[in-house]
């Protein structure tokens, strides 16, 4: 019997173990060169994965980070005092408020958008699992209508907007 098994019967019965240190021997003689190759193989492969590992983007899953989001006319220890919808024109300032969790190390923007059109940009780093951030917007009088802000992620997709309505008293 030849092969790696390394027992051979000697026609009486009795196994003869001599013939598997010989085996083992031819094997490691005839064969280094696959050890070799597998060593090589197995450390490309972790030289790869370690590139990949610093090179590739951070992927941040945004899609339930916006615990709360809301417009009000004013901000007292970093919350709102009031939900606005509808707000009069003679009323200066208003500031929307988002608070988002678990997105630590993300960027947020605020995109605000008077009917249509952007007025405005302001972005946050996110600096840790719980946290609250607001920007604001001076209103003119004359700016009555539909204003919205877009909370974007750091790639630009959207996710929260909300809406409100400068209305003359």
Do not use: C
Not at 15 to 28: D, G, M, P, Q, Y
Not at 69 to 82: R, V
Not at 145 to 168: A, N, Q, R, T, Y
């Amino acid at each position: 019997m030849h092969g790696l098994i390394g027992r051979e019967n000697n026609g009486t019965g009795n196994t003869n173990l001599s013939n598997l240190s010989n085996l083992n021997k031819r094997a490691n003689t005839q064969y280094p060169w696959m050890l070799a190759l597998f060593f090589i193989l197995y450390f490309i492969n972790i030289a790869f994965a370690t590139v990949q590992a610093e090179t590739s983007p951070t992927i941040r899953d945004a899609t339930n980070a916006i615990a709360r989001a809301q417009f009000t006319t004013a901000m007292q220890q970093k919350e709102p005092t009031d939900n606005v919808v509808l707000l009069n024109n003679n009323n200066p300032q208003v500031y929307f408020f988002t608070e988002i969790k678990n997105y630590t190390g993300g960027m947020i923007t605020h995109r605000w958008e008077y009917q249509g059109t952007v007025m405005a940009e302001v972005s946050f780093n996110v600096g840790g699992p719980r946290w609250r951030v607001h920007s604001s917007k001076k209103l003119k009088p004359h700016w009555t209508g539909i204003w919205s802000v877009v909370v974007l992620d750091e790639h630009g997709s959207p996710l929260k907007i909300s809406s409100f309505e400068v209305i003359e008293p």
